[in-house]
């Protein structure tokens, strides 16, 4: 069974603070990471992905990945109210695969 | 831009009762999902669709059947529902395969009493 693990939070962070949400994984051999956004009562939008060891930045955003110690992360700098939302973390196996696994969603509440 | 459509948005069912969830996308995507979430666990995958004439079970099949009707609808029909099955239910779509982002529609809330 893959599992993907991420604290339910509630994260809070003030307003113009980094929040950091982190992710861990049971599967070895995933290859595909990513970050999903969900608004209260909405559905689950894309923000980042990643697949290379390292840090990808987008704006704002910055996804870590650690294949050796099956970890993720997602920053967010400058943090804004209009951040506050659910974060999804998902892995797959990489090309080929059509079968996504999502952790439970850690919920950041950024604090005005 | 419509993108990922589903029908109906919001359902009240009793025990035994059937009904089809529909959904559609406008994308020209070749792959197709349906997921529920429930309250502590997350997304769960219950069927998908690698492309047009296939079908696949996920995660959580059990109680569901699907049809992908054509490249763009793709239905999700529970024969005798369950309370266990009260959830929201998300369709989504991807150009193929999920290295690439899922698009979701806006998802259909179901209640079974």
């Given at each position: 069974?893959k599992?993907?693990e991420?604290?339910?939070?509630?994260?809070s962070?003030?307003?113009?603070?980094?929040?950091?949400?982190?992710?861990t994984?049971?599967?070895?051999?995933?290859?595909?990471?990513?970050?999903?956004?969900?608004?209260?009562?909405?559905?689950?939008?894309?923000?980042?992905?990643?697949?290379?060891?390292?840090?990808?930045?987008?704006?704002?955003?910055?996804?870590?990945?650690?294949?050796?110690?099956?970890?993720?992360?997602?920053?967010?700098?400058?943090?804004?109210?209009?951040?506050?939302?659910?974060?999804?973390?998902?892995?797959?196996?990489?090309?080929?695969?059509?079968q996504?696994?999502?952790?439970?969603?850690?919920?950041?509440?950024?604090?005005? | 831009?419509?993108?990922?459509?589903?029908?109906?948005?919001?359902?009240?069912?009793?025990?035994?009762?059937s009904?089809?969830?529909?959904?559609?996308?406008?994308?020209?995507?070749?792959?197709?999902?349906?997921?529920?979430?429930?309250?502590g666990?997350?997304?769960?995958?219950i069927?998908?669709?690698?492309?047009?004439?296939?079908?696949?079970?996920?995660?959580?099949?059990?109680?569901?059947?699907?049809?992908?009707?054509?490249?763009?609808?793709?239905?999700?029909?529970?024969?005798?529902?369950?309370?266990?099955?009260?959830s929201?239910?998300?369709?989504?779509?991807?150009?193929?395969?999920?290295?690439?982002?899922?698009f979701?529609?806006?998802?259909?809330?179901?209640?079974?009493?």
């Amino acid at each position: 069974q893959k599992e993907v693990e991420q604290n339910s939070g509630p994260l809070s962070v003030p307003e113009g603070a980094i929040a950091s949400l982190n992710c861990t994984y049971s599967d070895r051999g995933s290859q595909s990471f990513f970050w999903y956004r969900q608004y209260s009562g909405k559905s689950p939008e894309l923000i980042m992905f990643i697949y290379s060891n390292g840090d990808k930045e987008d704006g704002r955003f910055t996804a870590q990945l650690n294949k050796a110690s099956q970890y993720v992360s997602l920053l967010i700098r400058d943090s804004q109210p209009s951040d506050s939302a659910t974060y999804l973390c998902a892995v797959s196996s990489g090309a080929g695969s059509y079968q996504l696994t999502f952790g439970k969603g850690t919920k950041l509440s950024v604090i005005p | 831009n419509a993108g990922v459509t589903q029908t109906p948005k919001f359902q009240v069912l009793k025990t035994g009762q059937s009904m089809t969830l529909q959904c559609a996308q406008d994308m020209n995507h070749n792959s197709m999902y349906w997921y529920r979430q429930d309250p502590g666990m997350g997304l769960r995958l219950i069927y998908y669709s690698a492309s047009e004439g296939t079908t696949d079970k996920g995660e959580v099949p059990n109680g569901y059947n699907v049809s992908r009707l054509n490249k763009r609808e793709f239905s999700l029909r529970l024969e005798s529902a369950a309370p266990s099955q009260t959830s929201v239910y998300f369709c989504a779509s991807s150009e193929y395969g999920v290295t690439g982002e899922l698009f979701f529609g806006e998802g259909s809330r179901l209640t079974v009493l």
